[in-house]
């Protein structure tokens, strides 16, 4: 089956008090279409900025990133934010809606990037997706008019919006009531058996539990990489 996430001699470097501080050591990862991987470990030790590599968002400093047969490292910055709309729908912590515009709107603004579909296209898709995550009757309301979690599923229905192959989210719980966060994991399961790809940062021991694959990160490499299998 061919990889959907090829990372090899990965290593990330910040510079700090005039010296440069290695955040990712040496990571090499292999990802296939469909698996569900937790991204585990204390905070701090560079779990996030594995996603930001894995998304663009970063760049790494040496080694070769190539995602759903694009090699990251290649692209100009104005490649990959269009690359990042086609292939990688972002979950964030703290959920970055446009507080201006109504969830609907939200919604919608990622497929009004690739203009793919038609106006009414979109519109029709981002109701849908709305719709699976239950917020058909809060399309119009902004952000500020609507709870966290209700924020949070939103941000789950925007980055659906292009219908990307990988699923990326940063503690997507994080912020959310124990409740509330059980009604996301829901929603990531049911991507789950979709078949989409999902790598996800997360202190949540239920939604890591509930991956396919568990990466353990500390002190900025894959100290363990474990599927349900290995733990019998």
């Known amino acids: 089956m061919k990889k959907i996430i090829e990372l090899k001699q990965v290593y990330k470097d910040y510079p700090q008090a005039g010296t440069l501080q290695t955040v990712l050591h040496d990571i ?28 663009g968002i970063d760049h790494p400093s040496r080694g070769k990133i190539c995602v759903n047969g694009t ?23 703290f ?32 109701m849908h997706l709305l719709e699976l995550v239950g917020l058909a009757d809060a399309a119009e309301r902004l952000p500020s008019q609507v709870s966290g979690g209700q924020q949070q599923r939103a941000a789950i229905a925007r980055a659906l919006a292009n219908d990307p192959p990988l699923i990326v989210a940063d503690e ?17 399961a049911h991507l789950r058996d979709q078949g989409k790809t999902l790598m996800m940062v997360t202190h949540n021991e239920m939604l890591a539990d509930a991956a396919s694959r568990k ?5 900025g490499r894959i100290h363990t990489d474990t599927s349900p299998a290995d733990t019998f």
Not at 71 to 92: C, P, Y
Not at 215 to 219: A, F, N, S, V
């Open 172 to 188: 997507p719980t994080g912020n959310l009531d124990a409740a509330t966060a059980d009604s996301v994991f829901d929603l990531f």
């Open 71 to 93: 090699a990251l490292q290649n692209l100009s910055n104005e490649k990959l934010t269009q690359w990042r709309g086609a292939n990688v729908g972002i979950v964030f912590q």
């Open 95 to 126: 959920f970055q809606l446009l507080p201006a515009l109504s969830l609907l709107q939200n919604t919608v603004l990622p497929m009004d990037f690739l203009g793919l579909l038609s106006k009414n296209q979109r519109r029709e898709r981002a």
């Open 215 to 219: 990466l353990e990160i500390r002190c």
């Open 28 to 55: 090499n990862l292999d990802v296939y279409p469909g698996e569900f991987v937790a991204i585990v470990g204390p905070s701090g030790n560079g779990k996030s900025t594995l996603l930001n590599l894995l998304t």
